[in-house]
């Protein structure tokens, strides 16, 4: 049975691997981008905490900076003074710090963004006050009031972190927490669909598995149940399923079509022996016919025979009688007679175009001056084989029906050229022209030489060789001949 091209096989094995590493490959998915999603929602929390503790860090700062002015302005040692003046600057730098990491833009959270400006332009304005009075201390009554007004805002900005900003980032945060709690219920269900869903999947592939193996077996058990109880018509088995199963199939038509062969070769047999009489008779018959073609075939060998010997008896005749030209045209008409009794069913060109001009030799003494002929072909052409008596015919139909009748005679001329696989042959005359028997396969019309020609070239070249008759408009005709290259007889 013919295997369907293109269609891809499968071991059972590899399909049970094919379907375990997809579920794996799923669950591996599906857990991942869950924990990419809760490892999300942690990612936030931290982000809330690290927020918290750096709030906490902030208000810290302003505390200890608070301290520290206290104890620059009321200190009288100058030790204490520097420290003060020290630490007053370590813990800006440090608010400023916790500020930038506390920073977010308008779009983001508007009353956020506000309240740490708020923060940021409290902390200049102390900056800018605090130049002022430690260029006064010892403090008159102004220096003690710019003083209060430096403690008021540290307090003020102290509360400020703690009531406003903080509460604001707590009750941000606990909307975030609230809509991270949906989504972790909306994770959850999605979840646990998907679960079911990939159980759902992998139980019908495990029913699909089954049946691609349960169906063919079960189709392979009805044909071996049929062909048991000798019914062989039953359509051949489709390759399904696993390879292991196509196999099974494949033996089973195989078995099933060895059967309807030897059931057929057992009736053509019985047939055979009904007919053997009769092919017995046809055989005898046929022996009778093959005894008289032997027969026809020796007396045609005998003919041939004699006739050589005749000319040959003739050719010394004409020698002893000195009749120089008599016994040169002898032998020349000899040498054509063999040539054309010659059996080999493909010559080289240059052999047929050697008796070619032998037979135009003898043309020549009969018609004298009223003929003229002329022959050029390219010196690569001679060892191309092609059909004995192909060219020959062609000329002498030009010179019995296109110049004898011309009482000035005329000429033939023979061109053979050949490109990469084609070989030309045209005989060219310029005599009165052929008439339309020419074109018909009729035996008994006189240009019955080159229908047969024709003929051997279409058996010869099959519908690559080709023959064409054009005749020209005041006189003459050409005959073009048009073959495949051969180097070899394919005969």
Not at 5 to 19: N, S, V, W
Not at 267 to 274: D, G, H, M, S, T
Request: proline share 2%.
């Amino acid at each position: 049975m013919a295997k369907v091209k293109g269609k891809k096989r499968y071991t059972f094995g590899h399909l049970l691997i094919t379907y375990n590493m997809v579920l794996i490959i799923s669950v591996v998915l599906l857990g991942t981008i869950l924990f990419a999603i809760v490892f999300r929602q942690l990612s936030t929390l931290q982000q809330q905490n690290n927020r918290y503790t750096i709030v906490s860090e902030l208000a810290s700062s302003l505390s200890k900076q608070r301290e520290s002015f206290n104890r620059l302005v009321f200190s009288q040692q100058n030790t204490d003074i520097n420290d003060s003046i020290t630490q007053l600057a370590i813990e800006d730098r440090t608010a400023r710090t916790k500020l930038k990491e506390l920073s977010t833009t308008y779009e983001t959270s508007p009353e956020q963004y506000y309240l740490l400006r708020g923060i940021e332009n409290g902390l200049d304005f102390i900056k800018e006050q605090k130049g002022i009075i430690l260029s006064s201390i010892p403090l008159d009554s102004t220096g003690f009031a710019r003083y209060y007004t430096i403690d008021k805002t540290y307090q003020y900005l102290y509360e400020y972190v703690y009531a406003r900003f903080l509460s604001n980032a707590v009750a941000l945060d606990a909307k975030a927490v609230g809509e991270m709690r949906e989504s972790i219920s909306f994770l959850r269900s999605i979840s646990l669909i998907l679960i079911i869903g990939l159980f759902a999947i992998y139980t019908l592939a495990v029913i699909a598995i089954v049946r691609s193996l349960v169906h063919p077996i079960e189709k392979m058990v009805y044909t071996a149940s049929e062909i048991t109880k000798g019914n062989l018509e039953t359509p051949d088995l489709g390759e399904t399923g696993p390879s292991e199963i196509q196999f099974l199939e494949n033996t089973l038509n195989s078995m099933k079509k060895s059967l309807i062969e030897r059931m057929n070769a057992i009736n053509e047999n019985a047939i055979l022996e009904k007919k053997l009489h009769q092919q017995e008779l046809s055989q005898i018959k046929v022996k009778r016919e093959l005894d008289r073609a032997r027969l026809v075939t020796l007396q045609a060998q005998i003919n041939p025979h004699f006739l050589f010997n005749a000319m040959n008896s003739i050719s010394r005749t004409a020698l002893f009688e000195e009749a120089e030209k008599t016994r040169e045209l002898v032998n020349t008409l000899a040498l054509l007679f063999r040539y054309m009794f010659d059996m080999r069913s493909a010559v080289t060109l240059a052999e047929e175009i050697d008796f070619v001009e032998k037979y135009l030799k003898i043309q020549k003494v009969r018609f004298q001056d009223r003929l003229e002929y002329s022959i050029t072909k390219e010196s690569k052409t001679d060892s191309l084989l092609i059909p004995p008596l192909l060219i020959q015919p062609f000329v002498e139909n030009a010179i019995v029906h296109g110049l004898e009748p011309l009482e000035s005679g005329g000429s033939v001329a023979i061109h053979i050229t050949h490109s990469q696989k084609i070989l030309s042959i045209d005989i060219i005359d310029n005599g009165v022209g052929y008439d339309n028997s020419l074109h018909n396969g009729n035996t008994t019309s006189p240009h019955f030489g080159i229908a047969n020609v024709s003929e051997r070239i279409k058996l010869y070249y099959g519908e690559k060789g080709n023959v064409s008759i054009k005749q020209h408009e005041e006189k003459g005709t050409t005959v073009s001949l048009t073959l495949p290259i051969r180097k070899r007889d394919w005969l």
